[in-house]
Antibody, heavy 116, light 107 residues
Framework: QVQLQESGPGLVKPSETLSLTCTVSGGSVSSYYWSWIRQPPGKGLEWIGYIYYSGSTNYNPSLKSRVTISVDTSKSQFSLKLNSVTAADTAVYYC??????????WGQGTLVTVSS | DIQMTQSPSSLSASVGDRVTITCRASQSIHTYLDWYQQKPGKAPKVLIYATSSLQSGVPSRFSGSGSGTDFTLTISSLQPEDFATYYCQQSYITPRTFGQGTKVEIK
């Protein structure tokens, strides 16, 4: 049973970089696509982007200029960096496995608050 | 981007009711449509993928249909554990996009 777990700071200052890591257990990152999705408090879901284990990426154009997703297959981890954050980036951030058909496994989510 | 519009935004229903939620895409997505259930404080959980395929472990009271731009999620007999928010999502092209959600509440 594949499990995903997000980790990283829960508080980031405006204009700084949000950095999160997703650790995959019970399976390998060396297949599938691996996505980041976020949800502002009380709002809907927004797909941020995905990475394939080979390293190829695809980002939401709305965030593309600020986002980097990377993968470390040796550690079974993939990571998100979002720079120049503002209060609008405050959200619960989820990592998820993307089969190409759906997001079939999700992490529990981590709340990141942007505030000074 | 493909816009996904769900209706209604919320509904009240009783245990045992048949519930239908609709999702409309701004352009054809063929059958690349998924449905998720989200409970408060929890991650979404996939119920149905590719319009009508039931994810493993999901009760058979959940079903999906549609094609092109119009899709439906049906709960045949609402159970207490089904009170939640439901999202549709298109997996036809990137960026992947979600509907705004439908909150199913107890009547």
């Amino acid at each position: 049973q594949v499990q995903l777990q997000e980790s990283g700071p829960g508080l980031v200052k405006p204009s700084e970089t949000l950095s999160l890591t997703c650790t995959v257990s019970g399976g390998s990152v060396s297949s599938y696509y691996w996505s980041w999705i976020r949800q502002p408090p009380g709002k809907g879901l927004e797909w941020i982007g995905y990475i394939y284990y080979s390293g190829s990426t695809n980002y939401n154009p709305s965030l593309k200029s600020r986002v980097t997703i990377s993968v470390d297959t040796s550690k079974s981890q993939f990571s998100l960096k979002l720079n120049s954050v503002t209060a609008a980036d405050t959200a619960v951030y989820y990592c998820a496995r993307d089969t190409g058909n759906c997001f079939d496994c999700w992490g529990q989510g981590t709340l990141v608050t942007v505030s000074s | 981007d493909i816009q996904m519009t769900q209706s209604p935004s919320s509904l009240s229903a009783s245990v045992g009711d048949r519930v239908t939620i609709t999702c409309r895409a701004s352009q054809s997505i063929h059958t690349y449509l998924d449905w998720y259930q989200q409970k408060p404080g929890k991650a979404p959980k996939v119920l149905i993928y590719a319009t009508s395929s039931l994810q493993s472990g999901v009760p058979s009271r959940f079903s999906g249909s549609g094609s092109g731009t119009d899709f439906t999620l049906t709960i045949s007999s609402l159970q207490p554990e089904d009170f939640a928010t439901y999202y549709c999502q298109q997996s036809y092209i990137t960026p992947r996009t979600f509907g705004q959600g439908t909150k199913v509440e107890i009547k």
